[in-house]
């Protein structure tokens, strides 16, 4: 048994909801974990399936008398913010590392932060860290490599609202405690945490692998019928609303921290993000809409691709073109092109 007695206490929190088909290897991730002492938080958001039952059970088989786990699961399913502010009122670590119910902890995740935590005399307040894709069967995609953040400082982020993925997030009980609880409309909480961090202890990214990212296996978007077209608009109205919702949380911090030096930059991107929204959403006209775009500087390309989602003229012509260029009324004129 590895002495415990100079080393901080670290919760990792597991948030989980109706992932039944993951949790098993997502739990095994987080119980074997290679840093001791260690606080395991194992939170189901109300599932209708056995996600917490195969939680209990794990639990339940864990012999570590330096690893505590805690179960954990809502009356009611309370969506990402207010999961994750009633799973702080339960952790006592001094850094809270976090995982969702879909994706693999490496056991040398904790580990590997607390390492680079104490290297900068635990004045950074929030890291993240490469991380490998993979399917839902577990294997692994043939992806690029997630570039490497440029820039994780206050004035970067307040600029473009940008952050890192969640799923490879940590971040300090003294941090939370400072800005948080989040507010209860954040849906992605991973624009506002690392802004937060950035205007008190900073960022650090870990250049190594630390997690593997499940893909493809979001519930965000309801997958009724109604068309790639109507899928794509609901998708790019629920990302826009998200960057609303985090824009109004990042303001809320800048003043917090006393950092009116950031809020212009801030104001102009909610404004950006406002109309763009109210184009999309249909709450102003098509022509309206377009000049409300150009005038508070969305950009050109974005404002067509707004206009070519709203009329669903982009997904008609990407799923229409290759059957229209192939039509064999053409034949004679790639045959004549082929021979210029």
């Not at 954990?72 to 207010?82: E, F, I, S, T, V």
């Not at 909480?189 to 979001?218: C, H, N, T």
Request: with cysteine; aromatic share 8%; charged share 25%.
């Amino acid at each position: 048994m590895s002495d415990t007695s100079d080393k901080p206490l670290v919760t990792f929190a597991l948030f989980a909801y109706n992932q039944e088909r993951f949790i098993r290897d997502a739990v095994a991730g987080a119980i074997a974990q290679d840093y001791e002492p260690l606080e395991i938080i194992l939170s189901d958001d109300c599932s209708s399936d056995q996600t917490f039952k195969i939680m209990t059970d794990m639990a339940a088989a864990n012999t570590r008398a330096n690893v505590r786990i805690i179960l954990n699961k809502n009356d009611r399913n309370l969506g990402l913010a207010r999961h994750v502010n009633a799973v702080m009122k339960l952790a006592d670590g001094e850094m809270i590392v976090v995982a969702a119910g879909d994706d693999i902890s490496f056991p040398h995740r904790v580990s590997t932060i607390v390492r680079a935590w104490m290297l900068g005399s635990k004045k950074t307040d929030c890291f993240c860290s490469r991380y490998l894709t993979i399917d839902e069967n577990g294997e692994p995609m043939e992806t690029p490599s997630p570039p490497r953040p440029t820039d994780l400082t206050a004035e970067a982020l307040a600029k473009t609202g940008l952050g890192f993925l969640g799923a490879t997030a940590a971040w300090t009980k003294a941090l939370w405690l400072d800005f948080g609880p989040l507010d209860d409309d954040i849906i992605i909480e991973d624009q506002v945490i690392p802004f937060w961090a950035a205007l008190r202890g900073g960022v650090e990214f870990i250049d190594m692998p630390l997690v593997s990212y499940r893909k493809g296996v979001s519930t965000w978007i309801d997958s009724r019928d109604g068309g790639a077209a109507k899928k794509l608009r609901e998708t790019t109205l629920f990302l826009e609303n998200c960057s609303l919702i985090n824009a109004r949380a990042q303001l809320a911090a800048a003043k917090h921290a006393n950092r009116p030096d950031l809020t212009t930059d801030i104001v102009r991107r909610l404004d950006r993000r406002r109309v763009k929204y109210m184009a999309l959403s249909g709450q102003t006209g098509t022509i309206q809409g377009i000049f409300n775009m150009v005038w508070h500087g969305v950009g050109l390309r974005e404002t067509f691709s707004v206009t070519m989602i709203k009329f669903d003229l982009g997904v008609r012509l990407l799923l229409c073109s290759k059957a229209i260029l192939q039509r064999p009324a053409l034949a004679p004129v790639w045959g004549w092109l082929g021979s210029r």
